[in-house]
């Protein structure tokens, strides 16, 4: 059973809305316990007369109390104990028998319950102790203070002093809760609040494992430990031992819970159903959700999604509020559903991603997984110059990385991360296979067991011819399509590729990654990847998910829309530097690279030559850069000239579909990162 949990303050509580039912009778709206009200009233627990009312104010009996607790703990039927003074076989008989038989009330010396009693306070906390006997919750008491704590009845101490305790049942708020008044009566009302709080309680309570029958109770039902209700409940949490330590409060509001979070130094965390929604510094992570990623929206909303992310992997905590989770991905600012994100405290991070420099110059990405606390590593290209070997950097949009230990920042374009796909390669096809050759060779010699035989089962083998065939007709770089294919599918070996003849995952989602489309021959795998994604809607400026035709990151290129993972990008560029490495590195800064830098409210004009008259191939469609206003479109500076106004042009590859080639933009529009 779970430890003994001593309340200090228990508030009444909100349910969730999903379970809001309104009453209609005009007695309850407006009320002060109407949510509390509505509640009992939505779960059949608390009825309406014959003429439809619900009567709040009016004194609730014994009776009308006792099959309060008898609905609302579903108590099954007994016989055990019948009172002299009730019909038998009534309904209201029947619920209290059955709460008598739970032991949850007994009646008068004489044989009879008196149902239509008014029931007294000290009545009502006796009732409600043994309904927490009932339910194996335990249960601690506190010295009472109230100035008339005499005139509690000796059977009824426990029973005022637990529910003192949790807050269940509070001093007279007529009297400025300095008395009790055990005999006075309650209302329905207040009956309706008194139980929440009761069953609110017991969600924290309740054991952590199902209890089982006390031997010396062997006919006592088998009743579930948690009741059958939905309270939203918010707590605050303090940090402890490497521990979250939920203090004993509970709150009916956000705006309650948060106020005690600011109120102390010492509170880290807001949750609400136990689940952090707010914490005072730390990290934010993907979190475990039917659909395997965390949508990012533009706005508190949640309506138009921008982007995604795959579980585990880290975002920038900015803040939150109870219904959304503000992030930072690349320097914009995205908010997120509460139960797609995990909030980690600093205190309680257990890793984090980082970057290093290895001894060969190569900048490596150390990546960590807070679902499954495992990480990765893997090489994306040379490092920039002012990288030293040996430190460590973090980074969470792959270009703007910050020296472990220093104020010390590095801005940082991964080459082929950033270069337009519309650059050709210089490898030809034949090329192409020899590094398929020697790579699957290598895979081999790995000794994993899913390798074993790739030499000869890949569905890359024989496909370079094909690649550059594509590159040329298409104008997607060849060196690009084979390290996306290499990376999707494992080298040519996962299962859809096997089967499918699918490389590039297409279809294939982070809910269902058993499913995807089936295709003919690897060929036509490249024909859909080229025809159906990239010059269709990524590459293609005028397409549905057109952020630049770079792999990029979340924020800039295919890794926006193309794949939940956020270094997807720079994944793919490490595959075309590998490739071009192994191949003698002719492809590697043979572009002269730049980015869109105006951020004005209209979009970037492509012009047919350095004329701000001339025809426009397509427009850059307006953009936000981020923080650090480090993403604007990519594109490959080819020449310069002055136009026909006076200004510098730049003549740059066309992102769009062939026929066109190149088009022009104005020089100061424009800012090239090629180191």
């Known amino acids: 059973m779970k430890k003994l949990i001593t ?83 009534m309904g209201l008989t029947i619920e209290i028998q059955n709460a008598a038989g739970a032991g949850i009330l007994s009646g008068y010396p004489d044989g009879t319950f008196k ?26 008491k506190t010295a009472l203070k109230f100035k008339d704590s005499k005139k509690i009845s000796a059977n009824f101490v426990d029973a005022v002093s637990t529910a003192v305790n949790l807050n269940i049942i509070r001093g007279d708020h007529r009297k400025d809760g300095v008395y009790f008044n055990p005999k006075d009566n309650a209302t329905i009302a207040h009956a309706s609040a008194f139980l929440f709080r ?12 199902p209890s089982e029958p006390s031997p010396s109770e062997p006919g006592k039902p088998e009743v579930p430990s948690v009741p059958d209700v939905d309270p939203e409940v918010y707590k605050v949490s303090t940090i402890s031992g490497g521990k979250l330590l939920p203090t004993t409060a509970l709150y009916k509001t956000y705006e309650d819970a948060l106020a005690a979070y600011n109120a102390s130094s010492s509170v880290k965390a807001i949750g609400k159903n136990n689940r952090i929604i707010k914490i005072k510094s730390g990290r934010a992570f993907g979190s475990e959700n039917p659909k395997q990623y965390t949508s990012l929206y533009s706005d508190s909303t949640l309506r138009t999604e921008v982007t995604y992310i795959q579980k585990g992997y880290e975002m920038n905590y900015i803040g939150s509020s109870e ?88 801005t940082h374009y991964p080459y082929f991360q950033f270069q337009s796909v519309r650059q050709t390669s210089s490898y030809s096809g034949a090329e192409l296979d020899y590094f398929i050759t020697e790579i699957l060779k290598d895979r081999q010699k790995t000794g994993l067991a899913r390798y074993k035989d790739a030499p000869t089962k890949s569905k890359l083998i024989g496909l370079g011819n094909y690649l550059k065939t594509i590159e040329e007709t298409h104008r997607v770089n060849a060196l690009f399509i084979l390290a996306t294919a290499i990376h999707e599918s494992d080298y040519g070996i996962s299962g859809n590729s096997l089967t499918k003849n699918n490389i590039f995952g297409i279809k294939v989602f982070d809910s269902s990654p058993e499913s995807g489309g089936t295709y003919k021959h690897p060929n036509n795998s490249v024909d859909a990847f080229i025809n159906e994604y990239m010059n269709k809607n990524y590459a293609n400026p005028l397409g549905g998910y057109s952020y630049g035709a770079v792999p990029g990151n979340k924020v800039v290129g295919f890794n926006v829309r193309y794949a939940s993972d956020p270094n997807w990008g720079s994944k793919i560029a490490g595959h075309m530097w590998r490739i ?12 002269d690279l730049g980015r869109i830098i105006y951020t004005g409210p209209v979009g970037v004009n492509v012009r047919t030559s350095p004329d701000p008259l001339s025809a426009k191939l397509f427009s850059y469609k307006q953009k936000d850069p981020g923080a650090n206003a480090a993403f604007g479109y990519p594109v490959v500076i080819v020449d310069e000239t002055v136009g026909s106004d006076g200004f510098k042009w730049y003549k740059v590859i066309a992102d769009s579909n062939p026929p066109a080639d190149y088009g022009w933009i104005r020089s100061d529009l424009i800012e090239r990162i090629t180191e």
Do not use: C
């Open 115 to 140: 149902a239509s009693e008014k029931i007294t306070r000290q009545q009502m906390a006796g009732m409600m102790y043994k309904a927490m006997r009932y339910m194996d919750l335990p249960a601690q």
């Open 198 to 209: 009761l069953f609110a309680a017991a969600e924290v309570l309740k054991p952590t494992e």
């Open 323 to 410: 219904n959304h989770v503000i992030l930072e991905v690349g320097g914009l600012t995205f908010y997120a559903k509460p139960n797609e994100v995990d909030l980690v405290p600093t205190e309680l991070v257990t890793g984090n991603s980082f970057y290093e420099v290895g001894t060969d110059g190569v900048l490596y990405h150390d990546t960590y997984n807070n679902l499954t606390k495992t990480r990765g590593v893997y090489s994306i290209g040379p490092a920039a110059s002012s990288m030293k070997n040996g430190k460590r950097y973090t980074s969470l949009d792959g270009v703007h990385f910050d020296e472990v230990g220093t104020k010390n920042t590095i």
């Open 580 to 591: 071009d490495t192994f191949l003698g590195k002719k492809d590697y800064k043979q572009a």
């Open 7 to 89: 309340f200090t303050l228990l508030t009444l509580l909100m349910f969730s809305p999903v379970f809001q039912i309104q009453a209609q009778a005009s007695d309850i709206k407006g009320h002060q316990m109407e949510s509390d009200l509505n509640y009992w009233i939505g779960k059949n627990v608390i009825r309406a007369d014959a003429k439809g009312n619900y009567n709040p104010n009016r004194a609730v009996t014994r009776g009308e109390f006792a099959s309060y607790i008898a609905r609302a703990l579903k108590l099954p039927v007994s016989t055990k104990y019948t009172f002299k003074d009730l019909k038998a076989n």
